[in-house]
Antibody, heavy 118, light 113 residues
Framework: QVQLVQSGAEVKKPGASVKVSCKAS????????IHWVRQAPGQGLEWMGW????????GYAQKFQGRVTLTRDTSITTAYMEMSSLRPDDTAVYHC???????????WGQGALVTVSS | DIVMTQSPDSLAVSLGERATINCKSS????????????LAWFQQKPGQPPKLLIY???TRESGVPDRFSGSGSGTDFTLTISSLQAEDVAIYYC?????????FGQGTKVEIK
């Protein structure tokens, strides 16, 4: 069965960076895209960006351009989201999500809570 | 960016009654070349990731109970729960995947009356 298993919760200080992993299994990793969506406490869903797991191509929401980097390691079928210059309002649960090309999101990771606090 | 607006923000429905959630997009999400609406619905329960219910506006995901249905086209869409069950208490989100950035509605909280 398809699974996206994310790394654990992180606590970071303002100005630091964080890297969240998303281990995919149960399907051919390179046949799909991985998107990242975050959810601040008690808030809605915010799309951050996408990555083509086949060729590593990426695209980002304008507000995250330059601060977020999406990568992958195909040898271990894992996608990564790295965010720099963290601020307290980056405190959120970060989800990876699978999509087939320009299609709907079907499987979600369980989410990784990133807390930014001094 | 396509703005997705849901209504209402919350609703309380008696068990066994119908719940209806509306979603309006700021521009059409109907792709005329394949006549498909690039619109999905998700259900999110506390402490869980969102779960896909409906895609292409009206196609039910495998395993989703048939009391959930989606309808609409162009800019106006509806998610209907025909007979509300206790396990349907959740927040529901619509999302467009017509273009980038992907955008979500603000969510509709469904509770039991």
């Amino acid at each position: 069965q398809v699974q996206l298993v994310q790394s654990g919760a992180e606590v970071k200080k303002p100005g630091a960076s964080v890297k969240v992993s998303c281990k995919a299994s149960g399907y051919t990793f390179m046949d799909y895209y991985i998107h990242w969506v975050r959810q601040a406490p008690g808030q809605g869903l915010e799309w951050m960006g996408w990555m083509n797991a086949n060729n590593g191509g990426t695209g980002y929401a304008q507000k995250f351009q330059g601060r977020v980097t999406l990568t992958r390691d195909t040898s271990i079928t894992t996608a990564y989201m790295e965010m720099s210059s963290l601020r307290p309002d980056d405190t959120a649960v970060y989800h990876c999500v699978r999509a087939a090309g320009a299609s709907h999101f079907d499987y979600w990771g369980q989410g990784a809570l990133v807390t930014v606090s001094s | 960016d396509i703005v997705m607006t849901q209504s209402p923000d919350s609703l309380a429905v008696s068990l066994g009654e119908r719940a209806t959630i509306n979603c309006k997009s700021s521009q059409s999400v109907l792709y005329r070349s394949n006549n498909k609406n690039y619109l999905a619905w998700f259900q999110q329960k506390p402490g869980q990731p969102p779960k896909l219910l409906i895609y292409w506006a009206s196609t039910r995901e495998s395993g989703v109970p048939d009391r959930f249905s989606g309808s609409g086209s162009g800019t106006d869409f509806t998610l209907t729960i025909s007979s509300l069950q206790a396990e349907d208490v959740a927040i529901y989100y619509c999302q467009q995947y017509y273009n980038l950035p992907r955008t979500f509605g603000q969510g509709t909280k469904v509770e039991i009356k």
